[in-house]
Nanobody, 127 residues
């Protein structure tokens, strides 16, 4: 089992940047594929980015491709989401999620494929 705690959210102007962190504890972090999801106000939660266990492979939603970067530091048990060129439509609660073992192909975007979730961190982008 793994516990996840997100941090780094806040209020930023459009065009700005933020880096979210997700610290994991309780299990071998490198055995989990990781993902970031977000839930905009009044909408359903949606996939943002995923990274495999070693960090060698990443995958992004089209809406964030080229602006967001997911990475991980297995020595620090942490996954990051670097967000740049932020837009008001990026406003959401951001969640990190972990899946024991690997997650591949279209499964990477599916909430149901992830076993553990953090509590979320609010990101607000003002225009």
């Amino acid at each position: 089992q793994v516990q996840l705690v997100e941090s780094g959210g806040g209020l930023v102007q459009a065009g700005g940047s933020l880096r979210l962190s997700c610290a994991a504890s309780g299990s071998t972090f490198s055995s989990y594929a990781m993902g970031w999801f977000r839930q905009p106000p009044g909408k359903e939660r949606e996939f943002v980015a995923a990274i495999n266990r070693s960090g060698s492979n990443t995958y992004y939603a089209d809406s964030v491709k080229g602006r967001f970067t997911i990475s991980r530091d297995n020595a620090q048990n942490t996954v990051y989401l670097q967000m740049s060129s932020l837009k008001p439509e990026d406003t959401a609660v951001y969640y990190c999620a972990a899946r024991s073992g690997g997650v591949y192909g279209s499964d990477r975007v599916r909430e149901s494929k992830y076993d553990y979730w953090g509590q979320g961190t609010q990101v607000t982008v003002s225009s």
